[in-house]
């Protein structure tokens, strides 16, 4: 009930491509759901959020699409550069109510 | 850069020894966390303060101990850890009660020796 499945694991793009990671989650209490980037030694950062009544986020190269009636939503980065090398990770919670459950994290190379 | 600030960024400690982590943030958050991340895993919760309040604590063995002093100060206490306590441990920040975006330092990695 509380997990949130990532994928891929691993992802290899050229620099220029569209990356893709996608996240399924199970608890239909979770309103809100972040994503956060973690570059190695470095901890994770915040990097876009989307609540379940917008069906569609974007801020910058980062778009978050929202499937509510599949509880699935996705990272998409747009023009994908060397510098976005690093590991995403999605999560979920119930606002005011449990923390984050965080999926196992896509490792993202984007290649010159 | 994040707000929340970690020290020591790195720590190697014995088994015997005793050391504390620290962490402070001054975002007026109300609730403050400690994670623990091992290579290739994502953070894994151990505690949880609200309101200098200890309110989750992800049944952690005692040889971690955490300590709020107050609403922007956070310390965990290490006394005879293992080898395999070894990890990124990060602190965490959030507005509010559990339930709110966590915004993480930079993380303090121990090694045990």
Not at chain 2, 13 to 25: A, D, P, R, Y
Not at chain 2, 73 to 83: G, I, T, V, Y
Not at chain 2, 99 to 108: A, D, L, M, P, V
Request: one cysteine or more; a positive charge.
């Amino acid at each position: 009930q509380q997990q949130v499945k990532q994928s891929p694991q691993s992802l290899i793009v050229q620099k220029g491509g569209i990356s893709i990671i996608n996240c399924a989650y199970e608890n239909t209490a979770f309103d809100y759901f972040p994503w956060y980037q973690q570059f190695p030694g470095k901890g994770p950062a915040l990097l876009i959020a989307i609540r379940p009544d917008v069906s569609e986020k974007k801020e910058g190269r980062f778009t978050i699409s929202f499937n509510k009636s599949a509880k699935q939503f996705s990272l998409h980065i747009m023009d994908s550069q060397p510098g976005d090398s690093a590991t995403y990770f999605c999560a979920g919670f119930s606002s005011g109510n449990t923390p984050l459950v965080f999926g196992k994290g896509t490792r993202l190379s984007v290649i010159a | 850069d994040t707000e929340v600030t970690q020290t020591p960024k790195h720590l190697v400690m014995g088994m015997t020894n005793k050391k504390s982590l620290k962490c402070e943030q001054h975002m007026g958050h109300r609730a403050m966390y400690w994670y623990k991340q091992k290579a290739k895993k994502p953070p894994e919760l151990m505690f949880v303060y609200s309101y200098e309040k200890l309110s989750i604590n992800e049944s952690v063995p005692s040889r971690f101990s955490p300590e709020c002093p107050n609403s922007s100060l956070l310390n965990l206490h290490l006394h005879a850890l293992q080898p395999e306590d070894s990890a990124l441990y990060l602190c965490a920040s959030s507005r509010g009660g559990s339930g709110n975006t966590i915004y993480f330092g930079e993380g303090s990695w121990l090694t045990v020796v």
